[in-house]
């Protein structure tokens, strides 16, 4: 059993942001979730571009730079940006604090998703 991500619908995405290439493997690019994540986590949370603590492996949560309110938000904007649903597991992940573990956990779940014969 999967225990990162569960696919709810696999569809290519529209935006180039998230596809490196035809690929479906340079598709699933860590890198690039995390450029969209941060984007959004930064929004999200008004972290300002200059804000010296703020980094992709800061831990989000324990750093207050999202609250309650946030995290639903960020899960829900993952969950229709990428097409996954996020199981307990995934959640439950000491990876899921920080930009680049969300980033790696979700690449995960999309290269599970375009593997062949899944």
């Known amino acids: 059993m999967e225990t990162i991500t ?14 490196a290439g035809s690929d479906p493997e340079s598709a699933v690019d860590a890198a690039a ?4 994540l941060e984007r ?4 999200e949370g008004r972290i300002e ?5 703020f980094t992709r492996e800061v831990d989000l949560f324990a750093s207050g730079y999202l609250d309650s309110l946030g995290t639903v938000h960020l899960i829900n904007h993952i969950e229709e ?4 649903e996020l199981d307990d597991d995934a959640l439950a992940d000491p990876s899921f604090g920080s ?8 690449a995960a779940g999309l290269r599970h998703a375009v593997r062949p014969g899944s």
């Open 6 to 19: 569960t696919v709810r619908e696999v569809e290519s995405t529209e935006s180039t942001e998230s596809t």
């Open 99 to 106: 930009i680049d573990g969300i980033s790696a956990i979700v």
């Open 40 to 43: 959004f986590v930064r929004t």
């Open 81 to 84: 940006r990428f097409r996954l």
């Open 49 to 53: 571009d200059g804000d010296p603590d």
């Open 33 to 36: 979730v995390a450029e969209i």
